[in-house]
């Protein structure tokens, strides 16, 4: 049975990233996912077919000059300078079946009245839409920005809370404001799986831990089993309170309150002469079965435009979404000349979610076990990064 500092489980950003700081530091670094592929919700998905390769991104599209965590990472794997601008392009608001520019839809007399409620208006306590109604109007919110905010965690996010879901953070001024890799963001977290220090099994995920006298015992699906000082849990809140129920059972509890909702993400390629629509950068659909599109168009292609709609969860099938998307981009579905999916589950976040990450934080405190995740502080890659940073702080810290 092989022995480790630390067995990481789940392959997203979340666990990559508290593995990169774990081999940095020295210590011996098992990752354990589940499916064939890392990167989890980062998913470049390579369409092979065709005379060139294309990609399309099916999870996360964009990463920005205030993602200092997960900068620092690219900047340690020696991939700073691989960093690439997103041209620039227009979002769209697809309304009865028409793109239209989201300025157009503003109510400006409302917006001017009730903007400078942004300068002593506090977020903190106040869902998103109590919050932003009073910055747009309430008018502007229900037409326009209740279908923007949605856009972001894929699902409903009135009911979030205001402070989560746009943080301020300062900028790198060396790095593009925002930017992706040639081949797409999966790049990074391929780079951080296969970078010294750190083993990785795919294709087999975790189905117990067991704690021994000083150590814990991490069994996975294919029978093999490892000894660990540390385990660090980077799944869905739910897989993470089953694999912990049996240890810490008051932890695991906790952990399985927090919801989600489920996306179901099309990407598509077609021939570039064949899409009429618009060169745009993404989508917001008004009460639609998907919630946005986000296209590749800010990364062009000489053969191809490439688009990923996020449909609503189990809503409707393969087909149905084949051809809406065939609907919105205004051609027939048998141009889909290429298709790729994914599922992901994206955590549903509700106000007082930060003093229960708090009473999560205070269950784990002098244990050695670590849970990170998209759940925590935040979804985009910047909170997952800097949770496993924090996380990783922690671990250091008790170890003295
Ligand atoms: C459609 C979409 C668009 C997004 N766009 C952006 C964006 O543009 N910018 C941004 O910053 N963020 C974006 N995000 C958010 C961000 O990408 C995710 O929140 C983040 O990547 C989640 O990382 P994670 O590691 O916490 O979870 P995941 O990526 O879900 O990783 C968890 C991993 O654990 C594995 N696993 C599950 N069970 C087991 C088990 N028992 N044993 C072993 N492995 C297991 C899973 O297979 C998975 O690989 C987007 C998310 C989605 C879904």
């Given at each position: 049975m092989s022995q480790y500092d630390i067995v990481v489980i789940g392959a997203g950003i979340s666990g990559l990233s508290l593995a990169h700081h774990s081999a940095a530091a020295g210590l011996k670094t098992l990752v354990v996912e589940k499916t064939e592929r890392v990167g989890g919700a980062v998913h470049t998905h390579q369409f092979a077919a065709g005379t060139r390769p294309f990609w399309v991104e099916l999870g996360a599209h964009t990463c920005y000059n205030s993602y200092a965590g997960f900068l620092e990472i690219i900047e340690a794997l020696g991939m700073l300078d691989k960093l690439m601008r997103r041209e620039k392009a227009p979002y769209r608001m697809l309304v009865d079946d028409r793109l239209k520019s989201i300025p157009s839809q503003l109510n400006f007399p409302e917006l001017l009245v009730s903007v400078p409620r942004l300068f002593f208006l506090n977020k903190r306590g106040q869902s998103v839409k109590s919050y932003y109604s009073k910055i747009v109007g309430r008018r502007n919110y229900d037409k326009i920005f209740t279908h923007l905010f949605s856009a972001v965690p894929s699902q409903p996010a009135d009911d979030f809370p205001a402070d989560i879901m746009f943080k301020r953070r300062a900028r790198r001024k060396d790095v593009l404001k925002s930017f992706t890799l040639p081949n797409g963001l999966q790049s990074v977290t391929d780079a951080i799986a296969t970078a010294p220090g750190i083993e990785t099994v795919t294709g087999s995920d975790a189905v117990q831990i067991e704690a021994k006298e000083q150590c814990f015992e991490v069994t996975i699906a294919n029978g093999d089993r490892y000894i660990s000082d540390h385990i660090a849990l980077a799944t869905a809140p739910e897989?993470?309170?089953?694999?912990?129920?049996?240890?810490?059972?008051?932890?695991?509890?906790?952990?399985?309150?927090?919801?989600?909702?489920?996306?179901?993400?099309?990407?598509?390629?077609?021939?570039?002469?064949?899409?009429?629509?618009?060169?745009?950068?993404?989508?917001?659909?008004?009460?639609?079965?998907?919630?946005?599109?986000?296209?590749?168009?800010?990364?062009?292609?000489?053969?191809?435009?490439?688009?990923?709609?996020?449909?609503?969860?189990?809503?409707?099938?393969?087909?149905?979404?084949?051809?809406?998307?065939?609907?919105?981009?205004?051609?027939?579905?048998?141009?889909?000349?290429?298709?790729?999916?994914?599922?992901?589950?994206?955590?549903?976040?509700?106000?007082?979610?930060?003093?229960?990450?708090?009473?999560?934080?205070?269950?784990?405190?002098?244990?050695?076990?670590?849970?990170?995740?998209?759940?925590?502080?935040?979804?985009?890659?910047?909170?997952?990064?800097?949770?496993?940073?924090?996380?990783?702080?922690?671990?250091?810290?008790?170890?003295?």
């Open positions: 897989v993470s309170a089953g694999l912990l129920r049996p240890v810490y059972p008051e932890l695991a509890d906790e952990l399985a309150r927090i919801g989600g909702a489920a996306v179901e993400s099309v990407g598509v390629a077609v021939a570039k002469q064949v899409v009429p629509v618009e060169k745009v950068a993404g989508i917001v659909a008004v009460r639609d079965s998907f919630h946005s599109v986000v296209s590749r168009d800010t990364v062009p292609d000489d053969e191809y435009r490439g688009f990923t709609f996020h449909f609503k969860g189990d809503q409707i099938e393969l087909d149905a979404k084949l051809e809406r998307i065939a609907q919105v981009l205004q051609i027939s579905a048998g141009d889909l000349e290429l298709v790729a999916t994914r599922r992901n589950i994206l955590p549903t976040f509700r106000i007082g979610h930060g003093d229960h990450v708090d009473r999560i934080d205070s269950l784990l405190a002098g244990k050695r076990v670590l849970v990170t995740g998209n759940y925590l502080r935040g979804m985009s890659i910047e909170d997952c990064v800097s949770r496993s940073a924090s996380e990783f702080n922690r671990l250091r810290q008790q170890s003295g």
